[in-house]
């Protein structure tokens, strides 16, 4: 059988408080490039890999995250990638095919077939797309925005973290929609992008706003309809005071939070009962049915130009981890992804 290197990343040991760069290995083992006689498992060449906020969490020791699969000290990190099929022991797959769904941080991968989530159809847009704008960023935007903040036209939606990966989409999707829109952001140039490329109406840098409260009446004067949460702590108490009668907050991540000793509290829950506010977290999982309509709603857009997708790309596994370690910091402007390979 054939064997070749295998560079991977693999967790050092669990991370305490913020990840690091230490924490993880570059390693280099070796793989079969031929199945196991009767394996019903999918051989795969590793294209692009994601960075995504809450790899934070998987790589610490943190409780009830039991579901999202934590990763093991001494083995590769998982994640999400588009990969080609080199072998297949599934019907479902042959080889060529190109694929998007749960892979390892390493250049080949032996994965269950279970855990590839779909076949790519549309090889006329970017291949790292798969990882981003029409992977779990695009389908968490969608499902999110419409199915859970079930938007109306003329509405004022607060988008934090904005110019990452899903928030640069969900300010999109509403203006689509008819929505007056502001972002928050950590930096001006990721301000101007959010004004200038985007198409938000409004965008600031939260750090440089002393009282939050105020910086959101001060964009919202009658309020926000609709908030997709994406930080938690400070800014989520500031836009509890901010919301609207009826308003639905979507809550999709609280990036602020996930390594801290004692996360910050919320002190201002109780105008969910004064306003009559709808709070709600999702996980994408639970709508992957929607896959077909979610590309039909946003491939035409990308071909038309219609809709910007920011992707800040480094090349080669060695650049994983600082680049995974950068997004926990906001180092990166759009959607960071690996390139190990462009076929």
Not at 154 to 183: I, M, N, W
Not at 207 to 221: H, I, T
Not at 262 to 271: C, Q
Request: charged share 25%; with cysteine; proline share 5%.
């Amino acid at each position: 059988m054939a064997e070749v290197k295998n560079k991977q990343v693999v967790l050092k040991d669990y991370a305490t408080g913020f990840p690091k760069e230490s924490d993880m290995d570059i390693v280099e083992g070796t793989i079969s490039l031929k199945l196991p006689e009767g394996s019903k498992e999918v051989l795969l060449k590793n294209l692009y890999l994601s960075c995504d906020p809450y790899m934070q969490m998987l790589m610490s020791k943190i409780e009830g995250l039991e579901g999202f699969g934590t990763y093991s000290p001494g083995s590769p990190l998982t994640g999400y990638g588009v990969a080609k099929v080199l072998e297949s022991g599934h019907l479902d797959y042959k080889k060529g095919d190109l694929v998007w769904g749960f892979t390892k941080w390493e250049e080949y991968s032996l994965v269950p077939s279970s855990q590839i989530l779909f076949k790519i159809e549309h090889t006329d847009v970017p291949l790292s797309y798969y990882i981003g704008i029409l992977g779990i960023p695009g389908m968490t935007a969608y499902a999110g925005f419409f199915e859970v903040g079930l938007p109306k036209k003329g509405e004022r939606v607060f988008v934090s973290a904005a110019s990452g990966a899903v928030g640069q989409l969900v300010g999109q999707f509403a203006k689509f929609t008819g929505c007056y829109v502001v972002g928050s952001a950590g930096s001006k140039d990721k301000v101007d992008l959010l004004k200038n490329k985007l198409g938000f109406d409004d965008a600031f840098n939260y750090k440089e706003e002393p009282d939050l409260n105020a910086a959101l009446k001060r964009y919202f004067p009658e309020g926000i309809d609709i908030y997709f949460e994406n930080v938690g702590g400070k800014t989520l108490d500031a836009v509890l005071l901010n919301m609207r009668v009826h308003g639905r907050i979507v809550v999709c991540g609280m990036v602020s939070q996930y390594n801290l000793a004692h996360p910050e509290g919320v002190t201002n829950l109780a105008n969910l009962i004064f306003k009559r506010i709808r709070m709600q977290g999702f996980g994408v999982a639970d709508y992957y049915q929607l896959y077909p309509k979610f590309l039909e709603y946003v491939v035409p857009k990308i071909k038309e130009g219609k809709i910007v997708y920011v992707e800040d790309i480094v090349e080669g596994l060695e650049k994983a981890p600082p680049a995974l370690i950068g997004l926990f910091s906001g180092r990166n402007v759009g959607k960071q992804v690996i390139v190990l390979a462009r076929e």
